[in-house]
């Protein structure tokens, strides 16, 4: 079992930075592939970012790519995204979420691909 809480969100002017960190429970976060949503108004949940469960790979969607990295810390049992690069279409709920413990190759993309999920925080870029 493990629980979510996303943190770091706000409102940023377009060509800015932001960090968003997911602070995760349980002894067994390690063991879980870790990826970033997020969803604007009006449209579907999209994938943004995925990490393996020892951060050494990662991956990304392609309107993201160069401008957002993920990674994790394992023994602080935390995720980030850090953005870069701000655009006004960048605007969404994001939302972290943890897959299923186990090997897991390649890294999913659909949101029904993750087990357990975060209540999100809002990221707002204005232009």
């Known amino acids: 079992q493990v629980q979510l809480v996303e943190s770091g969100g706000g409102l940023v002017q377009a060509g800015g930075s932001r960090g968003l960190s997911c602070a995760a429970s349980?002894?067994?976060?390690?063991?879980?592939?870790m990826g970033w949503f997020r969803q604007a108004p009006g449209k579907e949940r999209e994938f943004v970012a995925a990490?393996?469960?020892?951060?050494?790979?990662?991956d990304y969607a392609d309107s993201v790519k160069g401008r957002f990295t993920i990674s994790r810390d394992n023994a602080k049992n935390t995720v980030y995204l850090q953005m870069n690069s701000l655009k006004p279409e960048d605007t969404a709920v994001y939302y972290c979420?943890?897959?299923?413990?186990?090997?897991?190759?390649?890294?999913?993309?659909?949101?029904?691909?993750?087990?357990?999920w975060g209540r999100g925080t809002q990221v707002t870029v204005s232009s």
């Open positions: 990490v393996t469960r020892g951060g050494g790979s990662t």
């Open positions: 979420a943890a897959g299923v413990p186990r090997y897991l190759w390649p890294l999913p993309h659909m949101p029904t691909d993750y087990a357990y």
């Open positions: 349980g002894r067994t976060f390690s063991n879980y592939v």
